[in-house]
T-cell receptor
Framework: GQQVMQIPQYQHVQEGEDFTTYCNSS?????IQWYKQRPGGHPVFLIQ?????EVKKQKRLTFQFGEAKKNSSLHITATQTTDVGTYFC?????????????FGTGTQLKVEL | EPEVTQTPSHQVTQMGQEVILRCVPI?????FYWYRQILGQKVEFLVS????????KSEIFDDQFSVERPDGSNFTLKIRSTKLEDSAMYFC??????????FGPGTRLTVT
C-alpha cells in the first residue's frame, strides 16, 4: 500500500537553530500537504505543493516538493518556541471516487531556550 | 479557520460498549472524512463520506464502524462494540478549499 515516511522522528533544537524534516513516499504523489499539530491539538493545514520541484515560503518556513513528486521537505529557519509541535506531511493519492490523505509518521519538534 | 464542533470532547467507555462520536460542521460540505490518531502516532484515514454515502474506507474501518449524516448536519461515527485498541483521538475533516483539509478539534476516546 501507499506509505509515507518522515525523518527524523524527533528533533530537539535550541531556539534560533534551524530545523528540517523530510518526507518520502513509496509512490508518486498527486500533491503533498503539510500540517502542524500542537500537543493536545488537531492537525492544522500549513500548505499544499502540487508541481514537481515546487518551492513555497511562509515567513521562516520553506517547503519543497521533489522533482519526482515522491519526496518533500519542510525547513524552519531560526526556530522559536512557538514552532513546537509535530509536523506531518500528507500525500494525496487520487483514486476513482475519492481523495484521501495518507499521513506521514510525523516529526516532533521541541525547541529549548 | 472554520469552527467545527466535535462531541463529546472526551469519552470514556468500557470494552464492548457502543459509542457515537459527532461532528457538526458550520458549512454545508458534501465531503467528509473521519481520521483517528492513536496517542503519539500518525493520523490514519478511516472513511470518507460523500453525499450521504461512504466513498472510501480503510482496512481499519471494519464492520464495527459505521458513519451517518442522520439529519443533514450532524456527521456521526459509531463504533458498535469498542475494543481497547480503539482508544485514540478521532477527528472529522473536510475540504475547505481545493485540497486544503481542515480538521475538527477531535474526540478523545478511552476504552477501559
Amino acid at each position: 500500500g501507499q506509505q509515507v515516511m518522515q525523518i527524523p522522528q524527533y528533533q530537539h533544537v535550541q531556539e534560533g537553530e534551524d530545523f528540517t524534516t523530510y518526507c518520502n513516499s513509496s509512490t508518486t504523489l498527486s500533491n503533498i500537504q503539510w500540517y502542524k499539530q500542537r500537543p493536545g491539538g488537531h492537525p492544522v493545514f500549513l500548505i499544499q505543493l502540487v508541481k514537481s520541484g515546487e518551492v513555497k515560503k511562509q515567513k521562516r518556513l520553506t517547503f519543497q516538493f521533489g522533482e519526482a513528486k515522491k519526496n518533500s521537505s519542510l525547513h524552519i529557519t531560526a526556530t522559536q518556541t512557538t514552532d513546537v509541535g509535530t509536523y506531518f506531511c500528507a500525500g494525496l493519492f487520487h483514486r476513482g471516487g475519492g481523495n484521501k490523505l495518507t499521513f506521514g509518521t510525523g516529526t516532533q519538534l521541541k525547541v529549548e531556550l | 479557520e472554520p469552527e467545527v464542533t466535535q462531541t463529546p470532547s472526551h469519552q470514556v467507555t468500557q470494552m464492548g460498549q457502543e459509542v457515537i462520536l459527532r461532528c457538526v460542521p458550520i458549512s454545508n460540505h458534501l465531503y467528509f472524512y473521519w481520521y483517528r490518531q492513536i496517542l503519539g502516532q500518525k493520523v490514519e484515514f478511516l472513511v470518507s463520506f460523500y453525499n450521504n454515502e461512504i466513498s472510501e474506507k480503510s482496512e481499519i474501518f471494519d464492520d464495527q464502524f459505521s458513519v451517518e449524516r442522520p439529519d443533514g448536519s450532524n456527521f456521526t461515527l459509531k463504533i458498535r462494540s469498542t475494543k481497547l485498541e480503539d482508544s485514540a483521538m478521532y477527528f472529522c475533516a473536510w475540504w475547505e478549499k481545493i485540497y486544503e483539509q481542515y480538521f475538527g478539534p477531535g474526540t478523545r476516546l478511552t476504552v477501559t
